[in-house]
């Protein structure tokens, strides 16, 4: 079974330029995930998905982040314009549901430097 | 709300000797707890999970996690550490289907 994708694994663009990631989930899995690990810390949820509709986006910067999972599968998150703060690892996961302690599946994330 | 410690962001152990992450959790509802490692350049892989049933849980690569509501405590062992283990290890708290996690915990492995 193929895990879950993102592209690309990294990136590097100067502070107030644009960038976008790109997460395709585990097949079949309708709840999809984007985190933002800062160094040093663990991994904050930013959105949640279930199918193509927001379930939770309460902890995304909404002035500068934004993402979509327009056909319930592929999402994308985007930042712009980007600041020096938002260099971390974006991971995106995926889970089979919504139900409590429903297990979620991590992609290798892409590392963003901002300078 | 659900909020998670780890005790020591690193942990250093020799090969064969006991591992022992620790993990407190504060919340007002019964939780759901895991242990994910992250190997580096690589996503978080779920070790076990706690969700109801029977304390201790076992889970991959001989790793277990005792459950004690009296000590809020999900502290992650292993009896045997091998060179393969180090990685960095976060413990996490589920409210609903929701994670929060700690700050993780670097282990190193020394031979």
């Known amino acids: 079974e193929a895990g879950v994708a993102q592209s690309p694994r990294y990136k590097i663009i100067e502070k107030r330029q644009s960038v976008a990631f790109w997460c395709n989930p585990i097949?079949?899995?309708?709840?999809l995930y984007w985190y933002q690990q800062i160094l040093g810390q663990g991994p904050k949820l930013l959105i949640q998905?279930?199918?193509?509709?927001?379930?939770?986006d309460s902890q995304l910067p909404k002035d500068r982040f934004s993402a979509e999972r327009l056909k319930g599968v592929d999402s994308t998150l985007k930042i712009q314009p980007a600041k020096l703060e938002d260099s971390a690892v974006y991971l995106c996961?995926?889970?089979?549901?919504?139900?409590?302690?429903?297990?979620?599946?991590f992609g290798p994330g892409t590392r963003l430097l901002v300078l | 709300a659900q909020s998670v410690t780890q005790l020591g962001s690193h942990v250093s152990v020799s090969e064969g000797a006991l591992v022992l992450l620790r993990c407190n959790y504060s919340?007002?509802?019964?939780?759901?707890l895991f242990w994910y490692v992250q190997y580096p350049n690589q996503g978080l892989q779920l070790l076990l999970k706690?969700?109801?049933?029977?304390?201790l849980v076992k889970g991959i690569n001989g790793f277990e996690a005792e459950f004690k509501k009296s000590e809020t405590s999900f502290h992650l062992t292993k009896p045997s550490a091998h060179m393969s283990d180090a990685a960095e290890y976060f413990c996490?708290?589920?409210?609903?289907?929701?994670?929060?996690f700690g700050a993780g915990t670097i282990l190193r492995v020394k031979s």
């Open positions: 996961a995926s889970s089979l549901g919504d139900r409590d302690a429903e297990t979620q599946y």
């Open positions: 097949s079949g899995h309708a709840t």
């Open positions: 998905f279930q199918n193509n509709g927001v379930v939770d």
């Open positions: 919340s007002s509802v019964p939780p759901y």
């Open positions: 706690y969700t109801t049933g029977a304390t």
């Open positions: 996490a708290g589920g409210e609903g289907n929701k994670l929060v």
